[in-house]
């Protein structure tokens, strides 16, 4: 069959972009050329918003997920160094059904590749054919991006997240923490597996040297490790899987898009997972080109490079800004300089008081 785009990637990105030129009416083949791993499950959940839960109900993923795989976020609780900020969000005061959802990782991939085997326009092969089009959704290492001759400038942080599952002797009550703790980020997803209302998706952003020896460490050390690193955290943690480690750098590809190609998710852009904004974006990336395509001139090429940089021009903002949050929170949480510490301390308190400006925030995160 020929083909009107190829997509080369077999992550979330990859997956829901195809499905969402399928139901176009687009002839789309994606490539599966490299497969998954099958001794690495994904232990990671995903803090998606409402405009990811949108598309991913569009396209008939979101309901296909089994229900403990989704865990709606009533609230979000922020602590500075030593408790001494604190920011809170809630759903009741953005006036919305929830801040986020918590998706296990590996079910969307599963719920996302099911929906793929209903798909009449979509063929899956071991590569791309040529098209008019070719979607990169590679990843983060994408092996395609040098020989486009796109550059991919990494910001390397030195800091490692390590993720597991977790699970608490208290109930969750859809609350998630985040403590920002000078130079580590840790990060709480209430979540419903393996036990319902009583587990976490954790997230530890680290200095290099001391995720190292977090992950080197048996399980009953680094649990106590974990239950002993700051105040107000949920008793009895404890690990509910292995612990897998990410090393975390900001990137973004220049150029994203030529005559014939373009560059989606963390092909094109990596942040920091403590915004909680990769896939989130790399949806929006999934969005953008879908209407970029569907809204077209009808004599316009697919693989038209003006058509392609109108895309690219409408990411730049949701991702530039996203990407100077992530890293702006970054800076200034790790810096051990005290007026640093005090300014951000008091920050978050001015921020926690004006409503307005915390609207505006969580609105930010909240649809992309
Ligand atoms: C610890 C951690 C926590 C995170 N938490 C969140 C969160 O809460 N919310 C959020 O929005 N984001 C989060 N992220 C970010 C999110 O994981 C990524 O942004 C997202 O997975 C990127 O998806 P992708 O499909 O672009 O790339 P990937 O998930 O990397 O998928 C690309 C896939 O394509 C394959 N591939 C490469 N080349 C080819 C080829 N030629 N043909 C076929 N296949 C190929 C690769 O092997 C890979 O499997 C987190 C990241 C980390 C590290």
Redesign the pocket.
């Known amino acids: 069959m020929a083909v009107d785009v190829g997509i080369?990637?077999?992550?979330?990105?990859?997956?829901t972009l195809a499905l969402a030129l399928g139901q176009q009416g687009l002839r789309v083949a994606?490539?599966?050329?490299?497969a998954?791993d099958p001794s690495r499950s994904d232990v990671?959940?995903?803090?998606?918003?409402a405009a990811?839960r949108r598309l991913l109900q569009r396209l008939k993923v979101w309901d296909a997920l089994p229900g403990d795989a989704v865990t709606p976020v009533y609230e979000m609780h922020v602590r500075g160094d030593a408790g001494a900020g604190r920011l809170r969000f809630s759903s009741w005061t953005q006036r919305v059904d929830a801040l986020?959802w918590?998706v296990d990782?590996a079910e969307l991939d599963r719920a996302a590749n099911d929906a793929l085997r209903f798909a009449a326009h979509v063929q899956r092969g071991d590569?791309?054919p040529p098209a008019a089009l070719t979607v990169?959704?590679?990843?983060?290492?994408?092996?395609?991006r040098a020989a486009l001759g796109a550059r991919f400038e990494r910001h390397d942080y030195g800091q490692t997240?390590?993720?597991a599952r977790l699970t608490a002797a208290e109930p969750h009550q859809g609350v998630a923490h985040q403590w920002f703790r000078a130079p580590d980020v840790l990060a709480l997803?209430p979540f419903d597996r393996p036990q319902a209302q009583r587990s976490y998706?954790l997230?530890w952003?680290l200095p290099r040297d001391r995720a190292d020896a977090l992950m080197a460490l048996e399980a009953a050390d680094f649990e106590r490790e974990l239950n002993s690193a700051g105040a107000d955290l949920p008793t009895g943690l404890s690990l509910a899987s292995e612990r897998?480690a990410?090393p975390?750098a900001l990137a973004s590809a220049q150029p994203s898009c030529g005559e014939g190609w373009v560059l989606?998710?963390?092909?094109?852009h990596?942040?920091h997972?403590l915004?909680?904004?990769?896939?989130?974006?790399?949806?929006g990336d999934v969005q953008a080109l879908a209407d970029t395509l569907a809204g077209r001139e009808p004599w316009r090429r697919l693989g038209d490079e003006r058509l392609l940089r109108r895309y690219a021009r409408s990411r730049a903002w949701p991702v530039q800004s996203m990407s100077w949050l992530a890293d702006a929170l970054v800076q200034g949480f790790s810096s051990p300089h005290a007026w640093v510490r005090e300014l951000r301390n008091r920050g978050m308190g001015l921020i926690d008081r004006a409503a307005p400006a915390k609207r505006w925030l969580a609105a930010q995160a909240l649809d992309g």
Do not use: C, F, M
């Open positions: 080369r990637g077999r992550g979330a990105v990859a997956t994606l490539s599966a050329a490299i998954n990671r959940a995903y803090a998606l918003n990811s986020a918590i990782a590569d791309a990169y959704a590679e990843g983060k290492h994408s092996a395609s997240a390590i993720a997803l998706a997230v952003s897998s990410w975390l989606i998710g963390d092909a094109a990596l942040v997972p915004a909680g904004q990769g896939l989130n974006l790399g949806l």
